[in-house]
């Protein structure tokens, strides 16, 4: 018999952040392929280790509006462009708002990690994602 957490861990891929003149950061992501994972999310979660994060893949390349309706984690939201680049990071996100959180600019994905990884790693707007998302 399977466990829920080895289930969970199967689910998990690699991501790494590419932080302009920084060292590599490694995450463990899952991703979030189809309307109905997008739309839970993280919600109703109440802790995500520091490593691991949430990959949403629009599969299209469009202006995108992500909130935090029964997310309890606050989190950092990185839009990410097409070709991998970080368009606009959203720090710290408020817990619980329905307050929509803008792209700026069309996106093929947005990385979500716990609010403060992205200003404790130095990672920026122009920074680079790797994972095979961005590889098309």
């Given at each position: 018999m399977t466990s829920g957490i080895a289930l969970a861990q199967q689910a998990l891929e690699a991501l790494s952040i590419l932080p302009q003149g920084g060292q590599r950061q490694s995450f463990q992501v899952e991703v979030a392929?189809?309307?109905?994972?997008r739309a839970q999310g993280?919600?109703?979660?109440?802790?995500?280790p520091a490593n691991q994060g949430m990959l949403f893949d629009f599969g299209r390349v469009e202006p995108v509006a992500m909130w935090m309706?029964?997310?309890?984690?606050?989190?950092?939201?990185?839009f990410i462009r097409p070709d991998g680049t970080i368009a606009r990071i959203a720090a710290n996100t408020e817990p619980l708002s329905t307050r929509t959180i803008?792209?700026?600019e069309p996106v093929l994905a947005v990385l979500e990690l716990n609010a403060g990884t992205a200003a404790r790693l130095g990672i920026k707007a122009g920074d680079r994602i790797d994972h095979p998302l961005f590889k098309r």
């Open positions: 392929r189809n309307d109905a994972d993280l919600m109703y979660r109440r802790a995500m309706q029964n997310t309890y984690l606050p989190l950092d939201m990185l803008p792209s700026g």
